[in-house]
Nanobody, 122 residues
C-alpha cells in the first residue's frame, strides 16, 4: 500500500507560480498529478515513469506545468507557472505500478493522496 502526501498548495493571483510536492511512502513505478473541481471529473495533469524519461502532460497545462523527480525516487514535484483561474482545483498525487496506454487516466492508479488545494484568483 503506497501512501502519498502532497504539499505546496495555496492561493495565488493569475500569472503566478506554485510548486507542489508529493512524497510516496515507497517506490512506485508511475507517479502522476491529477486535479479535481467539485462536480467535474478528475483530470490528469502530468504523469511520469519514475525510472524512465518520458513525462506526459494534458493539453491544458502543457508549456506551463513541469513534473520532475526529487533527489530520491519517492518524491515528485509539479512546478506550475502562468497560473490561470481555471487551474483552481484540488490537486492529488497518484501512484501505480502497471504500464498503460493512457498515463493520464485515473483508472490505472490505485493509490491516491488526500490532495492540496490550489486557488488562482483573477
Amino acid at each position: 500500500q503506497v501512501q502519498l502526501v502532497e504539499s505546496g498548495g495555496g492561493s495565488v493571483q493569475a500569472g503566478g507560480a506554485l510548486r507542489l510536492s508529493c512524497r510516496a511512502s515507497e517506490y512506485a513505478s508511475r507517479l502522476a498529478w491529477f486535479r479535481q473541481v467539485p462536480g467535474k471529473e478528475r483530470e490528469g495533469v502530468a504523469a511520469m515513469y519514475v525510472r524512465g524519461h518520458a513525462t506526459y502532460y494534458s493539453d491544458s497545462v502543457k508549456g506551463r506545468f513541469t513534473m520532475s523527480r526529487g533527489s530520491d525516487e519517492n518524491t515528485v514535484y509539479l512546478d506550475m507557472s502562468s497560473l490561470k483561474p481555471e487551474d483552481t482545483a484540488m490537486y492529488h498525487c497518484a501512484a501505480g505500478h502497471i504500464a498503460s496506454s493512457d498515463p493520464l487516466s485515473p483508472r490505472f492508479y490505485p493509490f491516491w493522496g488526500q490532495g492540496t488545494q490550489v486557488t488562482v484568483s483573477p
